[in-house]
Every structure is written in C-alpha cells, then in structure tokens.
C-alpha cells in the first residue's frame, strides 16, 4: 500500500464526505464568477491539510460536521489566500495550471478570491464553536502578516536562518497547525492536548515547507515551477542561506544581494544553484527535516492510541519527507 491509500484509509469516507462540500462551496450558478471558481477546483490536490483535520478530529474523538465545516472553511481561506498571493507575486501558473489572474486579469482574481474568503467565514460559522472561529480569524491573520514579512525581508539585507523560519512558521506551518488544533478542538480534546497538537502541525508545517523549498534546486515538471523560482522571485530559502552562512566567497554574497534586488539573471541563478549544492544546503535542509521529523513521531507515540490513526499519520510524516513533487 502506498503512503497516500495508508494515510487516507481511517477517514476515507468522511474524506469523501469533506470533497463534496468542498467542491459544493465553489460553485455558483452562472456567469464569470461560476468559470473562475470551476477553474479554481480543477486543481484538486491530495488534500494534505483536510485529510490532517480529519485524522486529529479522529484522533481525538469522532470526525462531525463541526470538522467538516471547519476543513472546508480552512481549505478556502488558503484556497483564497494563493488567488491572492498570485496577484502579489504576479504568477501565471499554480499547480502546472494557469492561474485565475493570467486566465481572466487581476481584478477578477481579487474579487473571486473575497469571495472565496467569504465562503470560509460563512463555513466556520456553521460550526457555532468560538474556539474554531478565533483559531481560523487568527490564521487568517497570521498569514497576512507572513506575506508581508516575506515582502519586507526581500528587502533586508541581512541573511539570517531565523528570519527564514519565522516567515515560514506565520506561512506554510501555520496552516498546518491550524489544521491539527482544530481537528483536536473538534475531536473534544483537553486543553493541553490541543497545545500539543498545534506543536505537531506547526513542526509537519516547516517541515513541509523546506521540503517544497528543496525542490526549487532540481529540475521538476510535476512541481510546476523552474529551478530557480524562488531565487527568480527574490527569495532566499533554507538551502542557499546555510550554504552562504557557512562559506566566505564575496562573490556568490553579490549574487545573493542581486536575489533581493530582483537584478538576477538566469545563469547567475544557475550558478547559485550549483554553489548551495556543492557547499552543503540541500544535506543541512535534509537534516533539519529529518530534526523536525523525529519531532512529529514522538508526538504520534505519546499522543495516538489507536493503531489505524498511528499507522496513517506516521506515513503522512514519511510522505511529506520523502515525497518527490
């Protein structure tokens, strides 16, 4: 059985159950806002961040409509979030897919991703749970505020690992805690159970994220971006700091302030791309995800009783360190 059938088999049915109302919340009768939000949910994915939800509801108690509302108000606040981001960072592709600004214009994507924006506070509404409804208003703002770190810090010049971790922690790892404390929240858990929870999402959240950030430095048609992409669009990721950190060549220094100048050209991408390979980033990445790693399955051993959800969500950690896209 492969990780994604093993992660998904305690909850397959309420997975189901979770797609259809996601795909129900993103339609609408007619018109351009009916082609844009079929456009958006052609994408699919491997639902990681529900399928999380799910299995800590599990964890903790039962999966309800209580989880399911707050799955699909979760995966439509990020659904919204990435129309959005597509506007900021100007991107023509999501997913291998053009994105909803390249294929109508920027206006549209705004507009569609309120929307979107709308459906989520509407579907966290039905679960009448305040602790749900302050834990998704929070994410909400948590990834504003990340967005605009990452902006900000295109601009500094200073190249810390810190600076990189705390973009992703209010980005990526957020989302994923959010997905694990409520999930726990919906399952009826203790207080400090949710704490711990909201640990094991955030440390599989940054874990994920360098993950992502790793494949930017190899060549991959199924990621939907070009080596380099970050680079490209002025960013700096875990890989390429460490190897600068840990080096004293000037030279590659001054192709890292041109990054955050947004003056790269592509061979000079190239050729930082080649340095962090050759200096250590892509084995220090690996190691700190293998750190994060062992995180995560202390918190499965002390914290999941039942075999089923043991099994599932030890395979999600090894999905999401050893998958190739």
């Given at each position: ?40 949910s ?19 108690g ?12 979760l ?21 291998g ?39 998704l208003s ?143 980033g ?44």
């Open positions: 059985m492969d990780y994604l059938s093993l992660i998904r088999q305690p909850i397959e049915r309420d997975l189901n159950d979770f797609i259809t109302m996601f795909n129900q919340s993103l339609t609408y009768r007619d018109g351009l806002l009916s082609q844009a939000l079929s456009h958006i052609q994408r699919g994915g491997k639902r990681m961040r529900p399928i999380l939800m799910l299995l800590m509801a599990k964890n903790y039962e999966v309800s409509e209580v989880t399911q509302h707050s799955a699909v108000g995966e439509l606040l990020h659904t919204a979030s990435l129309v959005h981001d597509d506007v900021v960072d100007e991107s023509s592709e999501r997913r897919q053009a994105s909803v600004n390249a294929t109508y214009n920027n206006k549209v994507a705004v507009l569609v991703g309120d929307y979107i924006l709308s459906t989520a506070l509407l579907h966290v509404s039905y679960t009448n749970n305040q602790h749900i409804v302050q834990t929070e994410l909400g703002r948590t990834l504003a505020a990340g967005e605009i770190l990452q902006l900000s810090n295109i601009q500094n010049q200073e190249i810390k690992e810190e600076v990189y971790y705390q973009v992703i922690r209010q980005k990526t790892a957020a989302l994923f805690e959010a997905c694990a404390s409520i999930g726990a929240i919906s399952g009826g858990a203790s207080d400090e159970e949710i704490k711990k929870a909201a640990l094991f999402g955030q440390n599989l959240g940054i874990m994920f994220q360098i993950r992502d950030d790793i494949f930017d430095y190899f060549d991959s048609k199924e990621i939907g971006k070009p080596t380099g992409n970050d680079m490209a669009e002025g960013k700096l990721t875990l890989p390429v700091i460490y190897a600068l950190n840990n080096t004293d060549f000037d030279a590659m220094h001054t192709l890292a302030k041109k990054v955050k100048a947004g003056t790269i050209n592509t061979d000079e991408i190239a050729v930082l791309v080649e340095f962090t390979k050759q200096h250590g892509i084995d220090y990445a690996e190691q700190k995800m293998d750190e994060y790693s062992r995180l995560c399955l202390d918190f499965i051993a002390e914290s999941v009783k039942e075999k089923a959800i043991r099994d599932a969500l030890t395979a999600y950690v090894d999905y999401v360190v050893q998958r190739n896209y």
